[in-house]
């Protein structure tokens, strides 16, 4: 699939440092029509050389971009292809078995939702489906919350829950919502590798939750993970109702153009083409090897001006809509996780990475604007501008002046009032709202990624951060199982932290130990006691 893409630049203005910001305007805007998209890079302060004096690393940049695409090894400590773009344009994809994967798992997603609204496929109890719950963490959640906010409303087909924790206090929450809807609600289950924990402790509530009400778990769930993974056996074994594919070649951060993000979509009735042809049309303009044309690499190298490309400073985005609060979260991920690393990709220390935070405005003109203004002038900001208040014609709160005026104005003054300040900011200018532009606007912040990735140099496709933390968890739960086993074996005794520490052969974990002894004492049906002490660490705990 190829789409025709317009990129223009408004004007061709020489601008020297007495020219007018209008000029500068002029001189970098970039615009794109094949998305309705608009990029304002005029009040970012770089030199007049910047851009030329970056276009040997923004080239070697386009070509491994160019190479991804084609398939290289880009992922080279976990020796993997990096896929996502095929998922948009599977026309692109060189290996033919993944290619038809792409279209077979997109055809099942829209013959799936079809027989779901149809009432083909029902509940095992009787009526139709009318609520999803999905339960997944990081890429398998975030992508699906963003769509869902950005994209839904009272009218959709099948109204969307989401677990992307393991709280109990969250589940019991969701739970309560759904009520006694729970006999028409599909669960999605999504998880790659099928072993991450806390996508599988929301099943087991979930399915215990169903059990207690004498519902069939097994007939309304679905899984969404990778070929023969733990996940993926249980499901067949156990009969589910669906299981859709993962693939080891989509991150989880960049999951949302495939069936992690499509079916929950389809499902709500979103139209998942539109989605994906917002995406392929933004890759197909960032393709582009013309630095003032391309809107991801103009986006990559703000960054790095910003930064000094070396995250020296934080990106705080600024979304003028509500639908788009979930934004700042998301882009969290997909920058922090993709950038934030400790080794670049030759194995030396870079420390690298760009901070993100943000929410909506104009809600955060009454929050931490005052210190972005200010306070400390570490950040750059990334205001997203929406041109289209609603879908009628909206109430004059004024005279001539609408709540959408308003808004509008709200973010023209925290702008300028920011480069008043001295603060830089990236204006992202679109028409709407719509499934179109929300998958170009993932799309340009994935592409904008992997071209600042290449700039600084670090792997853009792995997380051993993540990974680093989930080992670290499995080992308190594995020093809790050995304590309660002590704790068992001495019923009726209470000791300090540091006695039951020294009495396990863990004295130098006391401080753990001290935790989840805390921990247990403070929930019911754990059967873990404690006298209170002069202080907290001196506690003594005990099974009765």
Known sequence: MTVATSSILCGDVDVDTNATLWERYKQFYCQVDAIGLGLDISRMKFSDTFLSDMAGPIERAFSEMDDLEGGAIVNADEQRMVGHYWLRDSELCADAEARDAIESALASVREFARSVHDGVI???????????????????????????????????????????????DGLDRVLAEIGDDLGQTMVLIISKSGGTKETRNGMLEIKAAFEKRGLNFEKQAVA???????????????????????????????????????????????????????????DEATRMHDVRSN??????????????????????????????????????QLVMESVGKRLDRQGNVAHQGITVYGNKGSTDQHAYVQQLRDGLNNFFAVFVEVLKDRDGASFEVEDGVTSGDFLSGFLQGTRAALYEADRESVTITVPDVSARTVGALIALFERAVGFYASLVDVNAYHQPGVEAGKKAAEDVIALQRKLMASLRDHAGEHRTADEWAASIGEADRAEAIFKILRHLAANKGRNVSVQAGPCAMSGRYGVS
């Open 295 to 332: 809107p991801a690499a103009l986006l990559a190298l703000m960054w790095y001006h910003a930064c000094d490309g070396k995250g020296t400073k934080a990106m705080v985005v600024l979304p003028y809509k509500d639908r788009l609060g979930l934004f700042s979260k998301y882009l969290q």
């Open 122 to 168: 029902t509940p095992s109890g009787g009526g139709q489906f009318c609520r999803i719950l999905s339960v997944g963490i990081g890429g398998s959640a975030l992508g699906p919350q963003f769509v869902t906010q950005a994209l839904g409303g009272p009218g959709d087909r099948m109204a969307a829950h989401f677990v992307d924790n393991t709280d109990p």
């Open 224 to 282: 969404i993970t990778g070929d023969g993974s733990a996940l993926d056996q249980i499901a067949a074994k156990d009969g589910w109702l669906k299981r859709f594919p993962m693939w080891d070649w989509v991150g989880g951060r960049t999951s949302e153009m495939s069936t992690v993000g499509l079916v929950p979509a389809a499902l709500q009735g979103f139209d998942i083409d539109a989605l994906l042809a917002g995406a392929a049309a933004c």
